[in-house]
Every structure is written in C-alpha cells, then in structure tokens.
C-alpha cells in the first residue's frame, strides 16, 4: 500500500490547475480605473493601501485603507470565491453575508488580477502579488 502513496500525491497534483495557483496568496492593488468621456477605460496609479488575500479553501480576504472624501477609511471584507459558470477565465467574490448581492468579478490576465465592480460604468481595479 505504501507504494501507492507518491502516485496518489501525483495525482493530486496533477489535478490542481495553473489558475488556481497563481491566484493563492497575497495581491497589492496598484491601479484603478478611470473612464474618459468616450467611454474608455485607462488606468492611474493609486496611493491607497489595499490588498486581497486568496486562500486555498476558496475563502478571500481585503483589508487596507482607502481614502474617501480627503479621509483614509479603514476596509475590511470577506467571503469565499467560485469560478464563473458564465463567462470562462472568471471568478466570482461573494461576500461573507449572505444577503448581501455585491458580489465582485475577477480575471486573471498577465499575472494580474482585475477586479471588477457592477456599477453603470464598470471600475477595476489591478492588483499585483506581492
């Protein structure tokens, strides 16, 4: 039986996907959206102290500061997240209340994440690992 056992961790392994390794551990944002009159979307460097950290069980974490109206503005916030049964290369953030419908959509692009937010204009923002 102990034979058996390095070919069952390979198999485990093997199942784990790049994606999902990729996105574990501890991101920094590091720009955030802006829409020009023309609709289009470029991104500016941001000063706020905010980071995202995924962890294996599918559970996230957001903590950092924010600055709203001239005051930094402690955030905190958690839930768990699930690929997307709709739109392939996403996941979804659900927040830890279930009530709750905020819930948030992220992208993996370019050892990046985009983190999108469901308003009229769409803002994302861009984390990189730290």
Do not use: A, H
Request: hydrophobic residues 30%; positive net charge.
């Amino acid at each position: 039986m102990k034979r058996y056992y390095p070919l069952f961790i390979f198999l485990i392994l093997l199942s784990c996907t790049e994606k999902e390794d990729i996105i574990l551990g501890k991101w920094k944002l590091t720009e955030i959206s802006t829409n020009d009159e023309d609709g289009n979307i470029q991104f500016e460097k941001t000063l706020n102290e905010k980071f995202i950290t995924f962890y294996y069980d599918g559970k996230y974490f957001i903590e950092g500061t924010i600055l709203v109206n001239s005051k930094n503005e402690k955030i905190e916030r958690k839930g768990i997240y699930k690929d997307s049964k709709m739109q392939k290369d996403f996941k979804i953030l659900y927040p830890e209340r279930k009530k709750s419908k905020n819930y948030l959509m992220l992208k993996i692009k370019d050892k990046n994440i985009y983190i999108q937010y469901p308003y009229d204009y769409p803002i994302y923002e861009k984390y990189e690992k730290t």
